[in-house]
């Protein structure tokens, strides 16, 4: 079973300090490793996909990369609005349909 | 644009009773996937529709059902609720023939099961 592991749990910066979340994967395959934002009591919000080992993407504060075996999500100078949950997730594709198996989640305090 | 809708927000009920949630995907879209994330929890695939008929299914229970309509909207039934049923109800919807699998989620329905 394709798994999808987060660290860490729980983050707490100070503005503008940069930090990096970390996202872990053993899946068969790699069709893509997904990134997205949740606020409380919210759907989560896409924010990048990445396809390849060293692809690249950047988002105002935000920039995910990924490897063979884990994504990062780096973020830049962070402002109090970036608090929030960042959950990854990969595509498992059974019968030829996908489904997201999603981490749980690094939940992100940023204080001013 | 319009993004991916769900009705209601919220919704309390009883042990015992039924319920349904309705999603309306994502112009353009054509799949839906339904999630149930509990608290401090990623997001658990529950099932996706395409053509009005269940593709995949994840590990829940026969309470659990389904509907796809031909405008592609869908609804999820959850039958006998149980306590543990409380949790965020996501609707995600998708492009079959995309070569992408992104899914786009909608905000949710709060379910409460007293």
């Known amino acids: 079973e394709d798994q999808v592991t987060q660290s860490p749990e729980a983050l707490r910066l100070q503005e503008g300090e940069s930090s990096s979340l970390n996202c872990s994967y053993t899946v068969s395959g790699l069709r893509g490793l997904f990134w997205y934002r949740q606020d409380p009591g919210k759907g989560p919000e896409f924010l990048f996909t990445l396809y390849s080992a060293g692809e690249e993407k950047e988002k105002e504060r935000l920039k995910a990369t990924l490897t063979k075996k884990e994504s990062f999500l780096h973020i830049t100078a962070p402002k109090p609005e970036d608090s929030a949950t960042y959950l990854c997730a990969v595509p498992y594709r059974g019968t030829g349909f996908q489904k997201l198996v999603f981490g749980t989640g690094t939940r992100l305090l940023v204080s001013p | 644009d319009a993004g991916v809708t769900q009705s209601p927000t919220h919704l309390i009920k009883t042990r015992g009773q039924q319920v349904t949630l309705r999603c309306s995907p994502k112009s353009g879209h054509d799949t839906v996937s339904w999630y149930q994330q509990a608290l401090g929890q990623g997001p658990q695939f529950i099932f996706q529709y395409y053509e009005e008929e269940e593709r995949q299914r994840g590990n829940f229970p026969d309470r659990f059902s389904g509907h796809q309509f031909p405008n592609y909207s869908s609804e999820l039934n959850v039958n006998a609720l149980l306590l543990g049923d409380s949790a965020l109800y996501l609707c995600?919807?998708?492009?079959?023939?995309?070569?992408?699998?992104?899914?786009?989620f909608g905000p949710g329905t709060r379910l409460t099961v007293t």
């Open positions: 995600a919807s998708s492009l079959r023939t995309g070569s992408s699998y992104e899914q786009y």
